[in-house]
């Protein structure tokens, strides 16, 4: 079993700063692909950034200069540094992770989820 836990959602004025911690823990091999998702009210969910294990990157258009994907292998965890944040960045964010587990299976992770809303 593979557990994401999330931490560091709340509320901000917009123009604020959160950063978001994704801890994964379990029964875990490995892990390649980590990923930020959200999902603001009444819409679907989207991706926001994703990192695989050799440190590559990739920003959805909206984020591109104001967040800011790291992880940390040893500790299995990636983390979100959310500046500038804006209005429409209101969201319940995701992590995800693409686990091999000690089973020898690999799928993705998700953890419980974690409200940011921006707003004055």
């Known amino acids: 079993q593979v557990q994401l836990v999330e931490s560091g959602g709340g509320l901000v004025q917009p123009g604020g700063s959160l950063r978001l911690s994704c801890a994964a823990s379990?029964?875990?091999?490995?892990?390649?692909?980590m990923a930020w998702y959200r999902q603001p009210p009444g819409k679907e969910r989207e991706l926001v950034v994703h990192?695989?294990?050799?440190?590559?990157?990739s920003y959805a258009d909206s984020v591109k200069g104001r967040f800011t994907i790291s992880r940390d292998n040893a500790k299995n965890t990636v983390y979100l540094q959310m500046n500038s944040l804006k209005p429409g960045d209101t969201a319940v964010y995701y992590c995800?992770?693409?686990?091999?587990?000690?089973?020898?299976?690999?799928?993705?992770?998700w953890g419980q989820g974690t409200q940011v809303t921006v707003s004055s």
């Open positions: 379990g029964s875990i091999f490995s892990i390649n692909a």
């Open positions: 990192i695989i294990s050799g440190g590559s990157t």
């Open positions: 995800n992770a693409d686990v091999v587990s000690r089973s020898g299976s690999y799928r993705g992770y």
